[in-house]
């Protein structure tokens, strides 16, 4: 996960930015002396972390971002003045437990996502139904496990784009990314061993030494 850091003293965040990054949330961090240099890091970023007190600036770029990224989630660490910022989806006060920050925070990015995609997604015959995690064509209706749905529905919001296996488990696996790329190959074929249940295995293409890509072609 990718973090956007804003602190008046970033000497004062050395062990926070640490332990936030040993749970795999890479963060950036912006000073209001640097604040108008690095707008370059809010784009892909779905998470922003505050430190202590909001300034102007930062309470304006909140209300932006919200309104442009309403999946973005807005994190208040250490504030000065707890229960002041009720506009924050998550308050951590210290002594911190990264672990769990981490925890929280990627289940409200998830709850976040949820909340903002459609209750099923379509391609051509083939619906996937995020709520019961069902692949649905025609008759068929086949039950998909967790990591199972996960790559169904990564495959199906990048339709036509080559994914490689890293791209695979950071998505699916998140903070486990670290796996080996095998556990990929492992669950892609459980996947399409299911997909050939209802006459859609060859849309799951393999590209060697790369990845894998949902192909765009007509099912036959």
């Known amino acids: 996960m990718h973090a956007v850091l804003f602190t008046k003293d970033s000497s004062r965040c050395v062990s926070l930015i640490a332990g936030l990054r040993h749970e795999n949330i890479k963060v950036d961090v912006v000073t209001p002396a640097d604040h108008s240099h690095k ?98 064509k025609e008759q068929f209706i086949i039950p998909l496990k967790n990591k199972e749905f996960m790559l169904m529905q990564f495959f199906f919001l990048n339709e036509g784009r080559i994914l490689s296996r890293s791209d695979l488990l950071e998505y699916v696996w998140d903070r486990n990314a670290s796996l080996a790329t095998n556990t990929v190959d492992v669950h892609v074929s459980r996947l399409r061993n299911k997909l050939k249940l209802c006459d859609a295995a060859q849309r799951l293409q393999t590209v060697p030494c790369v990845g894998y890509l949902w192909s765009t072609e007509s099912i036959i």
């Open 39 to 136: 707008k370059h890091l809010y784009t892909p970023s779905n998470i922003f972390l505050f430190h202590q007190e909001l300034g102007p600036d930062d309470i304006a770029f909140m209300s932006i971002a919200t309104c442009v990224k309403p999946g973005a989630v807005m994190v208040l660490l250490d504030p000065i003045y707890p229960g002041a910022f009720t506009q924050m989806d998550l308050v951590f006060l210290r002594p911190f437990s990264y672990a769990v920050i981490a925890l929280h925070i990627q289940k409200k990015v998830v709850e976040k996502r949820d909340k903002l995609l459609p209750r099923e997604l379509h391609m051509g015959s083939i619906r996937l139904d995020l709520h019961k995690r069902l692949l649905i």
